[in-house]
């Protein structure tokens, strides 16, 4: 075996049976050392006549999760995973795949490949290939259907699911589950083989099993619905549908004739830069990654609204004993109970189970002072959006926390550092912006202050993690990353209906680009009250344009709330969906000529880049300004947060699809028309279009 597959791949004899163990930290991802030393144990393995059995383990964390992700942008290295695959099928001997930590992809292929499968009962096993805009490339979409049936192949592969080892059993993809020593009882298992005849089971021998083949237009239709505007999933079934009237072999080429194609798919490489991205902005900018966290093991949240209540679910599904604070025992019951409540829908919905929901119930107290604080690590501000009030907030957590305990506030656009000013140990203070339901979305932006300590920053990007969010490090801005963005769009949605666009246009070219809702709908879900008092907090710092624009009061001075008053931009029956109202073109039209506009036909193209490019625009000014370390932060920060589309990767990645020299083009074009306040290009997309450059080089 040559030198560096020896270092990635070593094999140890026990008796008859020869133990291959991969070792690629982190998570024994298919590298070419990996594929070229797994052959070497293969072809060793066949040439030992002693050996009668191989068992393949990984040494780490986990078996193999797939192929190297990092090897799609360079052409294929031989041995290709398929040729490694197909060499695995054809051993005359039997192979035992001793699986632990999570199977994923071409590393569950490895394992399909293999006569049996032993896995230990904490296994996960799953093609998540779909999620990266692909779809299984080394046997999966032959062999799974062929093990666990058509049906649970396909909702495996089309969504990229994961399945327990028991579930794994029950199905046929696993021959046993060990609770114990994995290598040992693999090793043991091998020997039963031995003992009964060292018998091959070649997967790729097995028939299809019959299927109601009316399930695939069903599964069309609900991926359709689930992903919309993805493409992987949809040829995902198509490949099952040919799969399963085709020969083993002339399949395995179509999947893998289709693997490679997608690779090159603009749509895989914005979720796979989405993937990287993601992880590239869980590290730090400034701090090293050696910079220790903080234990964090109880935690407290100030206010129970519906924020706080939120959060305080976040952290009870972390398991994190969690106290609730706020002013009255009556408004801390009625958070307790909408907890529950919240927790009664998962169990209907069968995501929980009624003793878990007690386990998380019973880790959360309430109280009404500050006086028993003195053991909490960590305490999240969710009070309301007034500064005063959680300056006085903070002084009290001040008073009562011990000197090593983190303040963190879920401000929206109020300035840290203010709040720092309040508490004697301004090193400890930080923001966690959450977003609602903050029980259900991923994005978290935490947010530095100029004295936040570094190993702040790390307890509150490692605890954002522990509580399944997608942590992004932001800087000081106003509305910070993500609401400092939208209200640029959101203004040119408002700016469009003065121009003669209507709410319903707006709407539907920005839900047709894929947003998952337009901002007109948007606002009647939130409510007029709610973006008129918003807009009421920003009116100082508007232009005259924007603060003339009071569409937005003049629907709520009207009583038109939105879904909460049946009327908002949109009219709404008892389905609760948008209906286009006569009136609110009326008051448009009325409007428009109080402020002096004239009707224009607005197009749609005009639509779309005006609310894109002012939020390209101002995303190219945060990275400017320092707020965002990465560009890659703020597509990880949309497309966790209001939806940008992840098979378009992000609205910078998107950008430097179109082209920033045609993006500087537009801006100048609408600085005409709206104005310089409102297109004037960064001074970075300025450089970077004199360059032909985009965000990413
Ligand atoms: N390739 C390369 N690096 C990978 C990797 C992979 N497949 N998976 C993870 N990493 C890196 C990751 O970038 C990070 O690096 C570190 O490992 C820890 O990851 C032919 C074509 C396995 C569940 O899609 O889902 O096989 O930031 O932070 O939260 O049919 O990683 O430390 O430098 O995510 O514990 C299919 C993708 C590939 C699995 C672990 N496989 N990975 O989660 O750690 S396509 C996948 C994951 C394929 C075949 C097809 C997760 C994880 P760094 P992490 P984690």
Same mark, same amino acid.
């Given at each position: 075996?040559?030198?560096?597959?020896?270092?990635?791949?070593?094999?140890?004899?026990?008796?008859?049976?020869?133990?291959?163990?991969?070792?690629?930290?982190?998570?024994?991802?298919?590298?070419?050392?990996?594929?070229?030393?797994?052959?070497?144990?293969?072809?060793?393995?066949?040439?030992?006549?002693?050996?009668?059995?191989?068992?393949?383990?990984?040494?780490?964390?986990?078996?193999?999760?797939?192929?190297?992700?990092?090897?799609?942008?360079?052409?294929?290295?031989?041995?290709?995973?398929?040729?490694?695959?197909?060499?695995?099928?054809?051993?005359?001997?039997?192979?035992?795949?001793?699986?632990?930590?999570?199977?994923?992809?071409?590393?569950?292929?490895?394992?399909?490949?293999?006569?049996?499968?032993?896995?230990?009962?904490?296994?996960?096993?799953?093609?998540?290939?779909?999620?990266?805009?692909?779809?299984?490339?080394?046997?999966?979409?032959?062999?799974?259907?062929?093990?666990?049936?058509?049906?649970?192949?396909?909702?495996?592969?089309?969504?990229?699911?994961?399945?327990?080892?028991?579930?794994?059993?029950?199905?046929?993809?696993?021959?046993?589950?060990?609770?114990?020593?994995?290598?040992?009882?693999?090793?043991?298992?091998?020997?039963?083989?031995?003992?009964?005849?060292?018998?091959?089971?070649?997967?790729?021998?097995?028939?299809?099993?019959?299927?109601?083949?009316?399930?695939?237009?069903?599964?069309?239709?609900?991926?359709?619905?689930?992903?919309?505007?993805?493409?992987?999933?949809?040829?995902?079934? *198509? %490949?099952?549908? @040919?799969? &399963?009237?085709?020969?083993?072999?002339? $399949? /395995?080429?179509? +999947?893998?004739?289709?693997?490679?194609?997608?690779?090159?798919?603009?749509?895989?490489?914005?979720?796979?830069?989405?993937?990287?991205?993601?992880?590239?902005?869980?590290?730090?900018?400034?701090?090293?990654?050696?910079?220790?966290?903080?234990?964090?093991?109880?935690?407290?949240?100030?206010?129970?609204?519906?924020?706080?209540?939120?959060?305080?679910?976040?952290?009870?599904?972390?398991?994190?004993?969690?106290?609730?604070?706020?002013?009255?025992?009556?408004?801390?019951?009625?958070?307790?109970?909408?907890?529950?409540?919240?927790?009664?829908?998962?169990?209907?919905?069968?995501?929980?189970?009624?003793?878990?929901?007690?386990?998380?119930?019973?880790?959360?107290?309430?109280?009404?002072?500050?006086?028993?604080?003195?053991?909490?690590?960590?305490?999240?501000?969710?009070?309301?959006? *007034? %500064?005063?009030? @959680?300056? &006085?907030?903070?002084?009290?957590?001040? $008073? /009562?926390?011990? +000197?090593?305990?983190?303040?963190?506030?879920?401000?929206?656009?109020?300035?840290?550092?203010?709040?720092?000013?309040?508490?004697?140990?301004?090193?400890?203070?930080?923001?966690?912006?959450?977003?609602?339901?903050?029980?259900?979305?991923?994005?978290?932006?935490?947010?530095?202050?100029?004295?936040?300590?570094?190993?702040?920053?790390?307890?509150?990007?490692?605890?954002?993690?522990?509580?399944?969010?997608?942590?992004?490090?932001?800087?000081?801005?106003?509305?910070?990353?993500?609401?400092?963005?939208?209200?640029?769009?959101?203004?040119?949605?408002?700016?469009?209906?003065?121009?003669?666009?209507?709410?319903?246009?707006?709407?539907?070219?920005?839900?047709?680009?894929?947003?998952?809702?337009?901002?007109?709908?948007?606002?009647?879900?939130?409510?007029?009250?709610?973006?008129?008092?918003?807009?009421?907090?920003?009116? &100082?710092?508007?232009?005259?344009?924007?603060?003339?624009?009071?569409?937005?009061?003049?629907?709520?001075?009207?009583?038109?709330?939105?879904?909460?008053?049946?009327?908002?931009?949109?009219?709404?029956?008892?389905?609760?969906?948008?209906?286009?109202?006569?009136?609110?073109?009326?008051?448009?039209?009325?409007?428009?000529?109080?402020?002096?506009?004239?009707?224009?036909?607005?197009?749609?193209?005009?639509?779309?880049?005006?609310?894109?490019?002012?939020?390209?625009?101002?995303?190219?000014?945060?990275?400017?300004?320092?707020?965002?370390?990465?560009?890659?932060?703020?597509?990880?920060?949309?497309?966790?947060?209001?939806?940008?589309?992840?098979?378009?990767?992000?609205?910078?990645?998107?950008?430097?699809?179109?082209?920033?020299?045609?993006?500087?083009?537009?801006?100048?074009?609408?600085?005409?028309?709206?104005?310089?306040?409102?297109?004037?290009?960064?001074?970075?997309?300025?450089?970077?279009?004199?360059?032909?450059?985009?965000?990413?080089?």
């Amino acid at each position: 075996m040559n030198q560096v597959s020896e270092q990635t791949v070593h094999v140890e004899r026990h008796g008859a049976v020869l133990v291959t163990v991969i070792d690629n930290p982190p998570v024994n991802a298919l590298s070419h050392s990996v594929r070229a030393g797994l052959l070497d144990a293969l072809e060793r393995f066949e040439q030992d006549d002693a050996s009668k059995a191989m068992v393949i383990l990984c040494a780490g964390r986990t078996f193999i999760a797939g192929a190297d992700i990092r090897e799609f942008n360079k052409p294929p290295q031989e041995p290709r995973l398929g040729t490694l695959i197909d060499r695995l099928d054809a051993c005359a001997k039997p192979i035992v795949a001793a699986i632990h930590g999570t199977a994923l992809g071409g590393g569950l292929e490895v394992g399909l490949a293999c006569s049996y499968r032993v896995a230990l009962d904490s296994a996960r096993f799953g093609l998540p290939e779909v999620k990266l805009g692909l779809l299984p490339g080394s046997g999966g979409t032959v062999r799974l259907p062929r093990l666990i049936g058509v049906e649970h192949a396909l909702t495996m592969i089309s969504e990229g699911g994961q399945i327990g080892s028991q579930e794994a059993r029950e199905k046929g993809l696993v021959d046993t589950v060990i609770s114990g020593d994995l290598k040992a009882e693999a090793i043991a298992f091998a020997q039963t083989v031995i003992a009964e005849g060292a018998r091959v089971r070649r997967t790729s021998d097995l028939p299809v099993p019959p299927f109601d083949a009316g399930l695939l237009a069903t599964k069309r239709t609900e991926l359709a619905k689930r992903y919309k505007g993805r493409q992987a999933p949809q040829i995902a079934v *198509d %490949l099952i549908e @040919k799969m &399963a009237s085709t020969p083993f072999r002339e $399949a /395995a080429q179509e +999947e893998y004739r289709v693997c490679r194609e997608l690779i090159g798919s603009n749509q895989s490489k914005a979720l796979r830069h989405l993937f990287a991205a993601e992880r590239e902005a869980a590290k730090i900018d400034g701090v090293p990654a050696d910079v220790k966290p903080r234990d964090i093991n109880k935690v407290a949240v100030v206010g129970p609204g519906v924020m706080g209540r939120g959060i305080a679910i976040c952290l009870l599904n972390a398991d994190l004993p969690t106290t609730l604070i706020g002013r009255t025992e009556e408004s801390l019951a009625k958070a307790v109970a909408a907890i529950r409540k919240t927790y009664e829908g998962n169990v209907k919905r069968g995501t929980l189970t009624p003793d878990e929901v007690e386990s998380r119930m019973s880790r959360l107290s309430t109280t009404t002072g500050y006086d028993d604080l003195r053991d909490i690590d960590l305490v999240i501000e969710a009070v309301t959006e *007034d %500064l005063e009030v @959680k300056k &006085a907030v903070f002084a009290k957590l001040d $008073a /009562a926390l011990n +000197e090593r305990a983190i303040v963190a506030t879920n401000t929206s656009f109020l300035d840290i550092e203010a709040l720092a000013d309040s508490v004697s140990n301004p090193e400890n203070v930080a923001g966690m912006h959450f977003f609602n339901p903050a029980n259900i979305m991923k994005l978290l932006e935490n947010v530095r202050s100029s004295r936040t300590a570094p190993d702040v920053l790390a307890t509150i990007t490692s605890l954002g993690k522990r509580i399944g969010k997608v942590p992004v490090m932001v800087g000081r801005s106003e509305g910070f990353v993500a609401n400092r963005m939208l209200s640029k769009r959101s203004r040119e949605a408002q700016f469009l209906l003065e121009d003669g666009a209507t709410p319903q246009q707006v709407d539907k070219v920005l839900s047709g680009f894929g947003f998952p809702i337009g901002p007109f709908a948007l606002a009647d879900l939130a409510g007029m009250d709610v973006m008129a008092a918003a807009r009421a907090a920003r009116f &100082a710092r508007m232009t005259p344009r924007e603060q003339q624009c009071d569409i937005v009061d003049k629907l709520a001075a009207a009583g038109r709330l939105g879904q909460k008053s049946g009327a908002g931009y949109y009219l709404y029956g008892d389905d609760r969906k948008p209906q286009p109202d006569p009136a609110v073109n009326e008051l448009l039209a009325q409007h428009r000529q109080a402020r002096g506009f004239s009707h224009r036909d607005v197009t749609d193209q005009e639509i779309l880049e005006r609310c894109l490019y002012a939020m390209i625009n101002e995303a190219a000014k945060i990275l400017e300004e320092g707020a965002a370390a990465r560009p890659g932060d703020i597509d990880v920060i949309w497309t966790n947060g209001f939806g940008w589309p992840t098979h378009l990767g992000g609205p910078m990645f998107h950008a430097d699809q179109i082209g920033l020299p045609r993006i500087k083009e537009a801006l100048d074009r609408y600085s005409a028309l709206v104005g310089e306040d409102y297109f004037k290009p960064a001074g970075l997309i300025e450089r970077l279009a004199a360059e032909d450059r985009g965000f990413y080089g």
